[in-house]
Nanobody
Framework: QVQLAESGGGLVQAGGSLRLACLAK????????MGWFRQAPGKEREFVAG????????KYADFVKDRFTFSRDYIKSTLYLEMNDLEPDDTAIYYC????????????????WGQGTQVTVSS
């Protein structure tokens, strides 16, 4: 089991930037896939970006449109989601999650979740 804790959310104006962080604790991180998801009020949770903890290509949702960048710091066991050119439609609770290596974009593939961090983008 992996424990995940997100931070870095907040209120930002449209066009602004935020960097989310997710601290991961647990054994066997190198055998996991990690993902960022988001859930807006009244909507289903959706995939934002994800990759294997070690190696692999990062996949992004189409709506990211080259605005977001997923990165990881192995020494700090921390994932990051750099978000630029934010839009009001990006307003949501953002979660990081862990799954077995090779997992895709389906919410059901991910078994460990953080508590989420709120991102609010004003117009």
């Amino acid at each position: 089991q992996v424990q995940l804790a997100e931070s870095g959310g907040g209120l930002v104006q449209a066009g602004g930037s935020l960097r989310l962080a997710c601290l991961a604790k647990g054994r066997g991180l190198s055998s996991l896939a990690m993902g960022w998801f988001r859930q807006a009020p009244g909507k289903e949770r959706e995939f934002v970006a994800g990759t294997n903890w070690v190696g692999g290509n990062t996949k992004y949702a189409d709506f990211v449109k080259d605005r977001f960048t997923f990165s990881r710091d192995y020494i700090k066991s921390t994932l990051y989601l750099e978000m630029n050119d934010l839009e009001p439609d990006d307003t949501a609770i953002y979660y990081c999650a862990a799954a077995k290596a090779g997992a895709g974009s389906a919410v059901a593939e991910y078994g460990d979740w953080g508590q989420g961090t709120q991102v609010t983008v004003s117009s």
